[in-house]
Nanobody, 114 residues
C-alpha cells in the first residue's frame, strides 16, 4: 500500500489549508487513517485519526480547529485545518493502519507565518 499526501503550503495565521491523502489500496477499507506531524528535534505527534466507522480522535490543541474526514473514494482521508497558528507549522504525514501494519505517506510541509 502506498499513500500519497498533498495540500500543504504557506498560510498566514488564521488561515486555512486542506490536506488530502489517498491510498493505492482499493480492494478493502483500511481500518485507521489519519495524520501525524513533526517539527525538527521533536517526536512525531498524532494530530487526528479516524476509523472506518468514522470515529475520530484529535490532538487536544487542534480540537475545534481541525476536522478529519474520510472521502467518498475508498481509502482517502482529509484534514481540514482552520484558524491555523504558527505552532501548527510542521511536516504533516498521513498514515494508514490495518491488521497491525502501518504505512506512511510522504510528508507535506505546512508553514503558518505572516
Amino acid at each position: 500500500v502506498q499513500l500519497q499526501a498533498s495540500g500543504g503550503g504557506l498560510v498566514q495565521p488564521g488561515g486555512s489549508l486542506r490536506l488530502s491523502c489517498a491510498a493505492s489500496e482499493t480492494t478493502f477499507s483500511i481500518n485507521n487513517m489519519g495524520w501525524y506531524r513533526q517539527t525538527p528535534g521533536k517526536k512525531r505527534e498524532l494530530v487526528a485519526t479516524t476509523t472506518r466507522s468514522s470515529s475520530t480522535v484529535y490532538l487536544e490543541s487542534v480540537k475545534g480547529r481541525f476536522t478529519i474526514s474520510r472521502g467518498n473514494i475508498i481509502n482517502t482521508v482529509y484534514l481540514q485545518m482552520n484558524n491555523l497558528k504558527p505552532e501548527d507549522t510542521a511536516v504533516y504525514y498521513c498514515y494508514g493502519s490495518h491488521s497491525g501494519n502501518t504505512t506512511w505517506g510522504q510528508g507535506t510541509q505546512v508553514t503558518v507565518s505572516s
